[in-house]
């Protein structure tokens, strides 16, 4: 199997609760980000997506800059975990998050072998985040609205030179028809367009089973993580003393 190249991209959130992926499939949505501040949505926006065979790049979790951003940024990780992805985004818009904030929920994703990215845009992260090139090693998805829609590879902030996702507009789909390119929904939802450069395994876009086997891994492990081995252990005692097994 080779690679396919950048493809656009929509991301979600449980502001979008109806998703219409079979829609957007036919509009040439190729893959999807999906929020987790809401994990039951997020799981159903996910399995109704692969069903219509868009691909699931990956999940974010929303900073808010206060206590509860630790478990935003599990609720992530257990959705990533849950459906065999491998990134989780953090989004950094919010004037509370502080660098310290930030650099706690990286920490969070990669000690849970997750790849981290950044979501953000160049105003915020000069006047919020000093500018700080900290973590311009992590993948930057790059929010910049230009409503017409040209994507935007070349940055230059935050130590960033080059976006892997740019968001270009926060009001609907990409028409090269329409007016300044932009048409203002895909199927009667307001969508984030983006356009997602890097590129993905040919696998990804045509069959699951190495991702299914990758949730199935992890349910096995839930499961025997919850097992008592004591009590295993009487109960295979004590069918060895009823002559059941030897």
Same mark, same amino acid.
């Given at each position: 199997m080779g690679l396919i190249g950048g493809g656009q991209t929509l991301d979600v959130s449980n502001y979008q609760p109806a998703i219409i992926p079979a829609a957007w499939k036919d509009a040439g949505v190729e893959r999807l980000i999906v929020g987790c501040q809401r994990p039951d949505i997020a799981r159903s926006q996910i399995a109704s997506a692969r069903a219509a &065979? @868009? %691909? %699931?790049?990956a999940v974010y979790a929303y900073l808010y800059g206060n206590s509860g951003d630790s478990g935003q940024v599990q609720n992530a990780i257990d959705v /990533?975990?849950?459906?065999g992805l491998f990134s989780v985004w953090l989004d950094a818009e919010e004037a509370a998050l502080t660098i310290q904030g930030l650099r706690n /929920? %990286?920490?969070q994703v990669e000690a849970a072998g997750f790849e981290a990215g950044i979501?953000? &845009?160049p105003y915020y992260w000069i006047n919020h985040m000093g500018n700080t090139t900290e973590f311009a090693c $992590?993948? $930057?998805w790059y929010a910049s609205y230009l409503y017409t829609g040209v994507v935007l590879r070349e940055v230059s902030f935050g130590g960033?030179?080059?976006a892997a996702v740019h968001q270009y507009t926060t009001t609907g789909t990409r028409n090269d028809s329409a007016p300044g390119g932009i048409s203002p929904q895909i199927a009667g939802v =307001?969508? =984030?367009y983006d356009f997602d450069f890097e590129p993905i395994?040919? /696998? =990804?876009? @045509?069959d699951q089973d190495l991702r299914d086997a990758m949730v199935m891994r992890e349910q096995i492990r839930g499961v025997a993580s919850n097992i008592d081995l004591d009590v295993v252990k009487k109960a295979i005692a004590a069918l060895k003393a009823a002559g059941v097994i030897s």
């Open positions: &065979g @868009i %691909v %699931v790049r /990533a975990r849950e459906f /929920a %990286v920490a979501y953000t &845009g $992590l993948p $930057l960033w030179t080059r =307001d969508v =984030d395994p040919e /696998a =990804d876009m @045509i």
